[in-house]
């Protein structure tokens, strides 16, 4: 059975006994097998008399030796997250985490139960995983006292105590958690509205008062996560998904109408980037990708109106030769060592394409511009030299 919770998914279900004298029974899981979609539930588990929900379980570190709490931790969620932690820190880490369903969705509600002051731990989600495990789903993270920083895939994130942050389980994250108390949903993105479940809002922080509604209405969730019956449930789950839908839909549009600015700057940091990097043998979009930080689509999209991007590149390749052929030193630059210097092949390969852009060889190219600094350039119709009468009578005037 898996469980998505804080920063926790559960492979193992094992009912515990909390030393509550009120347990009773077993109770059968098997209608949740049908609340959250893609996730195995195959196992039974104790419930307290004086909660109804049926799906709710908790897990805490206490009982363990102070020593081996984070490493318990660690086995619980090392399924969907690799966590590290120093280790003078690791032996203050103490917390209490409740899950429970609201129909499909997933919550998660985690408390610092340590003496001391929260511990910061580091999480991170590798493609790895990601390949492994094919978790789709949307993490929505109310952290009252929790905090994140870091990267979620290429993004920089930072979310203080109090806020909201949505993570995307299919994708990468590298990030610093500060222990705390905290809400999370967790949500299949198939259950949410087309534009929002196609949007980039991995590590996007939610801001505005919708947000704060939703923050209020997660926190009243967790209050009766408990006691919440099956009856109750696809009200409720509706309820949420409509909160969210409506709490994530501002950044979507903030997202779609910064999309056109964003990309201009991303094309003009590309552009720059060829640029820099003209004699470089390792220019190639690959490698663009890896220090601009880019996926190949996203590039390939960028260049679409420049006939690719390695049509883009020999382009520039071959402006920056003829600016050097037609300066003064260009007499003294050999063509196939200008040629292999920017990428070419051959000295043949370098001609034609040369030829190809500029309807001239790369050598003609290179006489004519010797020829017209040679020549003393005459006055333009309308111009005048210092000293004409224009300048006299223009003194005159003053």
């Known amino acids: 059975m898996v469980f998505i919770s804080g920063i926790l998914i559960y492979e193992k279900y094992i009912a515990s006994d909390f030393s509550d004298k009120e347990l009773i ?110 978790l789709d789903h949307f993490y929505i993270c109310l952290g009252i006292t929790h905090s994140l920083s870091g990267y979620a895939a290429r993004r920089q994130v930072t979310a203080e105590p109090s806020k909201i942050y949505v993570l995307d389980l299919a994708r990468e994250l590298d990030s610093e958690i500060v222990a705390g108390d905290t809400v999370i949903l967790t949500i299949a993105r198939d259950l949410l509205e087309p534009r929002i479940r196609s949007a980039n809002l991995h590590g996007v922080v939610l801001h505005g008062p919708v947000s704060t509604l939703l923050g209020d209405h997660m926190l009243a969730l967790r209050r009766q996560l408990p006691h919440l019956s099956p009856a109750d449930m696809p009200y409720i789950e509706q309820a949420t998904l409509a909160m969210v839908s409506a709490a994530l839909a501002p950044s979507v549009q903030t997202l779609a109408d910064a999309e056109n600015e964003i990309n201009q700057a991303l094309l003009m940091r590309v552009r720059r980037y060829i640029d820099a990097n003209l004699s470089a043998p390792q220019l190639s979009p690959l490698q663009i990708c890896r220090d601009v930080g880019i996926s190949r689509a996203h590039l390939y999209r960028l260049f679409a109106r420049e006939s690719g991007v390695a049509a883009y590149i020999q382009q520039r390749r071959l402006t920056k030769i003829r600016q050097i052929l037609e300066s003064p030193k260009g007499r003294k630059q050999r063509l196939s060592t200008l040629a292999f210097q920017y990428g070419f092949k051959s000295e043949s390969h370098f001609s034609r394409s040369f030829r190809q852009a500029f309807g001239c060889s790369p050598s003609d190219a290179r006489d004519r511009a010797a020829a017209q600094r040679a020549e003393p350039a005459a006055p333009r119709r309308g111009e005048h030299r210092p000293g004409s009468l224009r300048d006299v009578l223009d003194k005159l005037d003053k």
């Not at 039974?44 to 929900?53: A, D, H, K």
Request: net charge neutral.
């Open 25 to 134: 029974g077993n109770a059968s899981v098997a209608a949740a097998q049908e609340t959250l979609t893609g996730f195995a539930l195959s196992v039974t588990f104790n419930v307290w008399s004086s909660r109804l929900n049926p799906y709710f379980y908790r897990f805490c570190t206490e009982p363990y030796p102070k020593e081996q709490r984070f490493e318990v931790w660690r086995e619980e969620i090392n399924a969907i997250f690799d966590v590290e932690i120093e280790k003078s820190a690791s032996s203050n880490f103490n917390y209490d985490l409740s899950t429970g369903y609201i129909g499909s969705l997933l919550m998660g509600c985690g408390s610092w139960a340590g003496h001391r002051e929260p511990v910061a731990y580091g999480v991170k989600r590798s493609a790895q995983m990601i390949r492994r495990d094919g």
